[in-house]
């Protein structure tokens, strides 16, 4: 029987007077690739934030692989890995200097680090790159980088906060082309928010469209689209990116709250691109 590799309870967080999540109810089955979907200020970061206990839990409950983030985060912390949108590998490093870097931070064995760092790089076809500063990298390499940096301590669950945003098609593909590599390798569960609705439909196997703090649309992306389908009375099969719209419209209103989370989204979009 599949069990729940991330399951949220009621989670609510509120800066200030902007509830950002609002009771939000997600369930993660292990093993799946989960897309976390909706416009800026919908709550996905701040949700992200929660399950991988870089935020408290103020309200309701969240458990990875049964353990609580609240009361057992460094268990938690062992279990993950992850790759935030704000850049996180260190130009003044080289490739291999930044993964061994996070081998330690995430207390890799140290007879095993040089191994695993190695296991890493080549998961995401940066071997040959290993040694060369990452200020050199061009996008695509740094953002498979920050991929190495997150799988060099096995995690059970990756954590993808807009994996492939301001990266060029081919680059976006050779990304996913690593994450699914590894996952058929290792069955690791995969959560990830992104704005591209072709990768969501493509590479996730269910998707749920948050909306003010909530899911508001959960389930296969095929089963989204026939929904929609069937409540305009047409045969013609919706896009994914149709029944997005339908669930949060433009977004515009979302976003008013959120312009920090929308110069940061610029700001990486630039230093990739």
Not at 70 to 85: E, H, I, S
Not at 132 to 154: I, N
Not at 165 to 176: M, Y
Not at 177 to 197: D, F, K, P
Request: with cysteine.
């Amino acid at each position: 029987m599949t069990s729940d590799a991330v399951a949220c309870t009621g989670l609510a967080y509120t800066f200030g007077g902007t509830r950002a999540v609002d009771g939000l109810d997600l369930t993660v089955a292990e093993g799946e690739v989960f897309g976390l979907l909706g416009p800026n200020g919908a709550g996905k970061t701040t949700a992200i934030r929660c399950i991988t206990t870089l935020l408290p839990v103020p309200a309701g409950m969240v458990r990875v692989f049964g353990h609580d983030t609240a009361g057992d985060r460094m268990a938690v912390r062992r279990l993950l890995g992850y790759v935030p949108q704000q850049l996180s590998a260190d130009q003044g490093l080289t490739g291999r200097e930044n993964v061994a870097l996070f081998a330690r931070v995430f207390d890799v064995p140290r007879r095993e680090r040089a191994a695993r760092v190695g296991q890493a790089l080549a998961a995401v076809d940066l071997t040959d790159a290993a040694d060369r500063l990452a200020g050199t990298y061009s996008g695509g390499m740094v953002r498979r980088l920050e991929l190495a940096q997150a799988l060099v301590s096995a995690p059970r669950l990756l954590i993808l906060d807009e994996p492939t945003i301001g990266l060029d098609p081919i680059a976006r593909t050779g990304v996913w082309e690593h994450i699914n590599a590894v996952r058929a390798a290792t069955g690791m569960t995969v959560l990830v928010t992104t704005h591209y609705m072709d990768e969501a439909d493509q590479y996730c196997d269910r998707v749920g469209l948050m909306h003010h703090g909530r899911v508001r649309a959960l389930g296969t992306p095929a089963e989204l689209r026939r929904g929609l389908a069937a409540r305009r009375g047409t045969t013609t099969l919706p896009t994914l990116e149709d029944v997005f719209r339908e669930v949060a419209g433009s977004g515009l209103d979302d976003e008013s709250g959120d312009f920090r989370d929308v110069r940061s989204t610029r700001r990486t979009a630039g230093r990739v691109g």
